[in-house]
């Protein structure tokens, strides 16, 4: 799969209003992630990865597993805003909160910054959080987030100077000419984790909140054939010929 897409559709629904703070749209390149992920305060242990194929073995085979994340960057289309309406219309707002909360799950609130959000939920949740550094500014978001609401969550970020710096550095590196902050991008992304408890995850900022796509067994990771049809693979059917796709995942480090 390609990774020059660039983040976030920003439009009527669930996205932020054009008051809101707006980030430079992210790149979805893997070098650029990693290193924001790192500056952050991700261990070097982990990096993000291209995957450049949903349905080959052959090229699953390149990313080390188990793949502790995966990363859909998708569009947002008719079809798609479709099935989210109808399938959010079944939900309540999400309230969860606290240290027994089984994903720490953010709101987005901040235009364009959907790449970031993916890369948030990729860390701060199944096995990539042990990989945290203590005392790093991520470690200090997970800290200060777990015990609030998705909307003082939202807050939290909106005045986070590290998150912003950071993010700053990273979208402007892109191989690809990066568009304005205020622009409105018809890609958004989205993150597959596997929690300890085997249930696998999709958490996404435009939600209504976390939704659990399934439980996957002790040796499927978020690239096992189950994990994808479960989550990736069914964005992929909606669309039919549309090619607007790329997908990274987060996974032990080649170095």
Not at 63 to 87: G, I, K, W
Request: net charge negative.
């Amino acid at each position: 799969m390609a990774t020059t897409s660039i983040d976030t559709h920003s439009g009527s629904g669930p996205d932020p209003s054009a008051s809101q703070p707006a980030f430079i749209p992210l790149e979805a390149n893997p070098e650029l992630m990693t290193t924001l992920l790192h500056t952050l305060g991700l261990s070097p242990a982990l990096q993000i990865h291209d995957v450049y194929s949903l349905t080959d073995p052959d090229m699953l085979a390149f990313v080390p597993r188990p793949a502790l994340a995966l990363l859909l960057v998708f569009p947002v289309s008719a079809a798609y805003e479709s099935h989210r309406l109808a399938e959010d219309s079944l939900a309540a707002p999400y309230q969860g909160k606290g240290p027994d909360e089984p994903v720490l799950w953010f709101r987005q609130t901040i235009r364009n910054a959907c790449g970031l959000m993916g890369l948030l939920h990729a860390a701060a949740n199944g096995p990539a959080r042990a990989f945290v550094e203590e005392g790093s500014d991520l470690d200090r978001i997970i800290q200060d987030a777990t015990p609030l609401g998705p909307e003082d969550r939202a807050r939290l970020l909106e005045r986070e100077k590290s998150l912003a710096k950071a993010h700053q550095a990273a979208a402007e590196k892109g191989d690809t000419a990066a568009p304005d902050a205020a622009d409105d991008v018809e890609l958004h992304y989205v993150c597959f984790v596997k929690t300890e408890d085997g249930r696998l995850w999709e958490l996404d900022g435009r939600r209504k909140g976390p939704l659990e796509r399934g439980t996957l067994s002790d040796s499927e990771d978020v690239l096992s054939q189950k994990a994808l049809m479960l989550g990736p693979l069914k964005f992929l059917e909606r669309e039919g010929a549309d090619l607007r796709f790329s997908c990274v995942a987060l996974a032990s480090s080649l170095e």
